[in-house]
């Protein structure tokens, strides 16, 4: 995913500006990217809360100038997923990291429920969030927290077809 948004910024500084195009959000896919990776997440259900005027603000005309990282203090105060499902209260202080593709840069609300799944550093958690959606879902439908908690009980985890 990182190369991803390096060569979309390298494509972006170098011309016009280009349309993003996005696989849909899913969260077997992001669930199975977790798991992959070398990075340990914890999978969280809860209330995000943060100051939304520290998001990032693209401008067109000045995209190169638009950082590709934007780190924010954060609150998530909620669940974290184990075997019995979100059952384990979890609260902590997080960085929320909004994400930019060029002119294109993540989104959030504070005060909104998200299953999130938390990047665990030596810092602390991480919460990863790119315009193309990154390791959180906003207002979670009930399915969608049912196929996290199969995922991980190691139930059938098949992404949705594009």
């Not at 995000?48 to 780190?71: G, H, I, N, V």
């Amino acid at each position: 995913m990182k190369h991803l948004a390096l060569m979309l910024a390298v494509m972006l500084g170098a011309g016009p500006a280009l349309a993003l195009s996005c696989l849909p959000p899913d969260v077997a896919r992001t669930y199975k990217q977790a798991t992959e990776a070398q990075e340990t997440y914890v999978v969280v259900l809860g209330r995000l809360s943060f100051d939304e005027t520290k998001l990032p603000k693209a401008d067109m005309e000045r995209q190169q100038e638009t950082p590709p990282e934007t780190l924010i203090p954060a609150r998530i105060e909620g669940t974290s997923l184990s075997q019995a499902g979100f059952e384990t209260p979890f609260t902590a202080n997080i960085t929320l990291n909004a994400r930019c593709f060029g002119p294109w840069c993540a989104g959030a609300s504070s005060g909104t429920r998200y299953l999130a799944f938390l990047e665990r550093t030596p810092e602390g958690y991480v919460l990863s969030l790119d315009p193309c959606g990154g390791f959180g879902f906003a207002e979670p439908r009930a399915d969608m927290i049912e196929k996290v908690v199969g995922c991980f009980r190691g139930e059938a985890c098949k992404p949705n077809p594009f």
